[in-house]
């Protein structure tokens, strides 16, 4: 299977290149190269168990088999050459964790507010699974959705005392969508994002998840205002009347649209603001709608040209404004939800990305694109259309800050489909890869490591304070010049032999004789720092 997924990537990347006529078409060596900084994400979803859990309850049976399911991902996802999960832990003001604000998630226990087996802490656990791989935990977080229905009745906060009850503070909103001759009605209740109170709701939900929690970044999604909500009389018009009315001078001309904008980007940047007080190493990212810029309005603004091709709807439909968010610095990156294959009728992938890569340039901040692995079914032609995407991500990139992030873990994990682990692993992904490192941000040098040591099978160092480290080994007719790394972070990455957030590794079977080993500090912000090298490869 595998053989015939290389044989598909060079036919995949010719036709490409066949197809399109302008902007940066990603050459064979491109798609295929493995570059050593690169985000390889995968978005793990709780909601409705689409891709876990498989089985919901309270009772210890449950919760070890949740466990099972979970670790059978990550090994997948680990195997895959994925280094980042992006695991959903607050899906409609619930939670996979231990909240001291809000319950315990319907999708966990099958309940909401139903407490599960003792001690069992899904987020707590994946934190833990996915450092024991290697890999990078990202909290997913849907900031404003409640339910796609009414308000949900009051229930017990996860941990603690109390309940959660924000329509009794005032903080939430209904709205009911009628039927129309295209589209049936639909109810779906959100936090207010213009409730001062559901804002700091927000950010204290967030402040928690990683002060608490030891995992490496925080995500939101898409999910801002109710799609479509009326502007004018009703819902959040007499909020919006009396903001202008106590702001004059400064909201003078502002719409309700922009109001409502405006709501959105202050709930970005409060939750940036205690990101840099509480837990500075921490990635932030948003997956906006895959096409921005306002349709020209905001696009102007910002001196940018508009994408050229498809319809950036979110600007006044859900009223959000992602070229704010990185003018502003409130993101370290965005990843947008390019979910169309290149060869989409209005919008295809490759200029989109182009313009998301050029946009995220301009901010000096990131750009990690969501590909969609269902756009095409099952099959060879849909890995290698996945190839081609990442390889046309790495083309809009520094060298240096590229990636991807795959929607879904399910149709990774074989839940829906099976292929694309082994066809990322045999071709993007044949070594491993580092976080891009987030320059904008303050980073002290640790210095190398100290005690740097071979005890049998086993390479240890003494472990320094918030730090991670990354591995090498080097056969012995390789010179450490010759082994470097041509963008001057320590060594190539095919030597690298794992990612650690501890103090020691096991050496491979097959690196254990003929080989000299490296060990270099990795931060927390994403830089490489200087390596500690042992030079002998005999055990002590």
Request: glycine share 10%; hydrophobic share 35%; with cysteine.
């Amino acid at each position: 299977m595998v053989a015939a997924f290389m044989d598909a990537a060079p036919l995949c990347a010719k036709k490409r290149a066949d197809v399109h006529c302008a902007g940066d078409i990603p050459s064979l060596e491109e798609t295929l190269h493995s570059p050593k900084h690169e985000m390889r994400g995968a978005w793990l979803a709780t909601v409705y168990g689409i891709d876990w859990p498989s089985r919901q309850g309270t009772t210890a049976a449950v919760a070890d088999e949740q466990k099972k399911e979970l670790c059978e991902i990550l090994d997948i996802l680990q195997g895959a050459g994925i280094n980042a999960v992006m695991f959903q832990v607050r899906s409609m003001g619930d939670a996979m964790y231990a909240s001291s604000f809000e319950p315990w998630s319907q999708y966990l226990t099958g309940e909401r507010g139903a407490r599960p087996s003792a001690g069992w802490d899904p987020l707590a656990f994946a934190v833990s699974e996915a450092h024991r791989r290697g890999m990078e935990l990202h909290a997913w977080v849907n900031p404003f959705r409640l339910a796609n229905g009414p308000v949900p009745a009051v229930a017990p906060v996860a941990k603690g005392k109390g309940s959660f009850d924000p329509a009794a503070k005032g903080w939430t909103m209904t709205y009911r969508k009628r039927a129309n001759k295209r589209q049936k009605g639909s109810t779906v209740s959100v936090l207010d994002p213009g409730n001062p109170g559901a804002r700091k709701h927000i950010v204290d939900v967030c402040r928690e998840i990683v002060t608490r929690y030891d995992v490496d970044g925080l995500v939101f999604d898409d999910y801002f205002y109710p799609d479509a909500l009326p502007l004018g009389g009703g819902y959040d018009f007499n909020e919006y009347k009396r903001y202008i009315a106590r702001n004059k001078k400064s909201s003078s001309g502002m719409s309700q649209a922009d109001w409502r904008r405006d709501n959105v980007a202050k709930t970005v940047a409060e939750v940036r603001n205690m990101l840099d007080v509480d837990a500075p190493w921490v990635r932030f990212g948003i997956s906006p709608a895959g096409v921005a810029g306002g349709n020209g309005t905001s696009a102007s603004r910002y001196g940018l040209k508009v994408p050229e091709v498809g319809n950036d709807w979110m600007y006044d439909r859900i009223y959000c404004d992602p070229l704010r968010w990185l003018d502003e610095g409130s993101v370290d990156y965005v990843s947008p939800q390019l979910y169309w294959s290149s060869d989409h009728e209005t919008n295809p992938y490759e200029p989109l990305a182009r313009w998301w890569g050029s946009v995220a340039l301009r901010f000096g901040r990131h750009c990690f694109p969501s590909q969609s692995v269902g756009c095409l079914p099952e099959s060879d032609a849909a890995w290698c259309e996945q190839g081609y995407q990442v390889g046309v991500n790495r083309c809009n990139s520094t060298g240096s800050d590229a990636g991807s992030i795959f929607y879904s873990t399910a149709h990774i994990s074989g839940k829906k489909m099976c292929g694309l682990g082994e066809y990322l692993s045999a071709n993007c992904y044949r070594y491993p890869a580092l976080l891009p490192a987030m320059p904008w941000k303050k980073a002290e040098n640790p210095g190398a490591v100290s005690y740097f040591r071979r005890d049998g099978d086993i390479l240890g160092w003494n472990l320094q304070e918030n730090m991670r480290y990354v591995v090498y080994a080097v056969p012995n007719g390789v010179t450490l010049f010759e082994a470097l790394d041509e963008n001057g972070s320590n060594f190539e990455s095919q030597y690298i032999i794992g990612v650690t957030y501890g103090d020691r590794m096991e050496i491979p079977v097959d690196c254990r004789d003929g080989y000299w080993y490296a060990v270099a500090p990795y931060d927390r912000y994403g830089n490489e720092w200087d390596a500690a090298v042992l030079e002998s490869g005999k055990k002590r």
